[in-house]
């Protein structure tokens, strides 16, 4: 069964720094295009980042979090990784961690989505 | 960037009831465009994909239309189960993009 686990959420200050973990089961984690979508509370979807297949190269990022945030997997490990740095107030939000439907470049529709591990950043 | 525009916010309907969910593009996303559920306290799931393409497992009373920049999510017959929250998202392009949510409630 293709199962996703997230871990690493924590309460952390305004400009601090947190990793948040993703670990695949199931699947080979790098043959898929992985992507991070959070949810801060009470709110929608908000796409964060992707990083291409191991085939690719390629990193995405949503504006709010370029520069701060880094996408990136270890594929001996099959996991995930959300290196953020310098958190707002506004990061504060439930991450999911998601991989494409299929193994495909363009599929860009998530299934399944992991259970999410929650980021406060407070003072 | 693809803004994503769902409407209603909410909606109330009895079981048994059609619902109709609609999500507009602010440009040609083709078909480019899914749809998930996300039920309270939960982590969201794929619907539909390809706009009108089910995903395996969710029920037939689910079903999706649309292409170039306006789609819908339609739900035959309402059951107490699909009390949720939904959500568009455009695929075609990066930033991806989702739309604000439609939370279906049970009269």
């Known amino acids: 069964e293709v199962q996703l686990f997230e871990s690493g959420g924590d309460l952390v200050q305004p400009g601090g720094s947190v990793r948040l973990s993703c670990e695949a089961y199931?699947?080979?984690?790098?043959?898929?295009?992985m992507t991070w979508v959070r949810q801060a509370p009470g709110k929608g979807l908000e796409w964060v980042a992707t990083?291409?297949?191991?085939?690719?190269?390629?990193?995405h990022y949503a504006d709010s979090v370029k520069g701060r945030f880094t996408i990136s997997r270890d594929g001996s490990k099959n996991m995930l990784y959300l290196y953020m740095n310098s958190l707002r107030v506004d990061d504060t939000a439930v991450y999911y961690c998601?991989?494409?439907?299929?193994?495909?470049?363009?599929?860009?529709?998530?299934?399944?989505w992991g259970q999410g591990t929650l980021v406060i950043v407070s003072s | 960037d693809i803004q994503m525009t769902q409407s209603p916010s909410s909606v109330s309907a009895s079981v048994g009831d059609r619902v109709t969910i609609t999500c507009r593009a602010s440009?040609?996303?083709?078909?480019?465009l899914a749809w998930y559920q996300q039920r309270p306290g939960k982590a969201p799931h794929l619907l539909m994909y390809?706009?009108?393409s089910l995903q395996g497992g969710v029920p037939s009373r689910f079903s999706g239309s649309g292409s170039g920049t306006d789609f819908t999510l339609t739900i035959t017959s309402l059951q107490p189960e699909d009390l949720a929250t939904y959500y568009c998202?455009?695929?075609?392009?990066?930033?991806?993009?989702f739309g604000g949510g439609t939370k279906v409630e049970i009269k």
């Open positions: 199931g699947f080979t984690l790098n043959n898929f295009a």
């Open positions: 440009q040609d996303i083709s078909s480019s």
């Open positions: 998202q455009q695929t075609s392009s990066f930033p991806l993009t």
């Open positions: 998601v991989r494409p439907r299929i193994s495909n470049p363009h599929t860009r529709c998530f299934a399944p």
């Open positions: 390809s706009a009108s």
């Open positions: 990083i291409d297949s191991s085939g690719g190269s390629g990193t």
